[in-house]
């Protein structure tokens, strides 16, 4: 397997195509699911300038311009928040969701956090079972930010299409290694 494209901070040239990267996803899980018509996993995703207006970074892989993947991590209640992974299913399983994650939590490190939440299905494939190989953890009781955003959730009917659970890395341990 060849190495993946370095993972970089997102110019204003890319910030155009981050929804449509996000949106390319609908396939794998209308694969998943069904038909997904009305769905809010298929809600129309903000674009990068939206995203950029967020406190949090956005990174990004592929040809300047010509993003394939972004990790978008945003700054919740002075946690970060790893709120949007995303790849092109057509370059999927070539790394690049891993180095985007490794690359959000180096810099989570940077910026001095201890640690990298997220929402995510559990037991779906590209969801739990792989945020779990990169040393995420399932927490039972969250901090109160991250059940106001489980709470959201449920609320636009998110986990009727499986468990949703809040995972965190402990981005220290992860930096020094891994």
Do not use: C, K
């Not at 901070?9 to 890319?14: E, L, P, S, T």
């Not at 978008?72 to 709120?83: I, K, M, T």
């Not at 299913?89 to 910026?111: H, I, M, S, Y």
């Not at 494939?125 to 959201?152: C, K, M, S, T």
Request: proline fraction near 7%; avoid cysteine.
């Amino acid at each position: 397997m060849s190495e993946p494209a370095p993972v970089r901070h997102a110019r204003a040239a890319d910030l155009r195509r981050i929804a449509d990267v996000e949106a390319s996803g609908g396939v794998l899980f209308e694969e998943a699911y069904g038909d997904l018509t009305g769905d809010p996993l298929l809600a129309e995703p903000p674009s990068g300038g939206e995203r950029l207006d967020r406190p949090g970074f956005l990174l990004v892989v592929g040809p300047v311009g010509e993003p394939v993947g972004f990790a978008h991590v945003e700054v919740v209640d002075g946690s970060p928040l790893l709120a949007q992974l995303s790849v092109r299913p057509e370059v999927g399983r070539r790394g690049l969701g891993t180095a985007l994650v490794r690359a959000a939590v180096r810099e989570v490190w940077w910026e001095g956090f201890d640690t990298l939440s997220l929402t995510t299905y559990r037991d779906l494939a590209w969801n739990g079972p792989f945020y779990r190989r990169l040393g995420f953890v399932e927490v039972e009781r969250p901090a109160p930010h991250l059940q106001r955003i489980r709470d959201h959730e449920r609320a636009i009917g998110l986990d009727r299409h499986g468990t949703r659970v809040v995972m965190q890395v402990a981005v220290r341990r992860q930096v020094t290694d891994g």
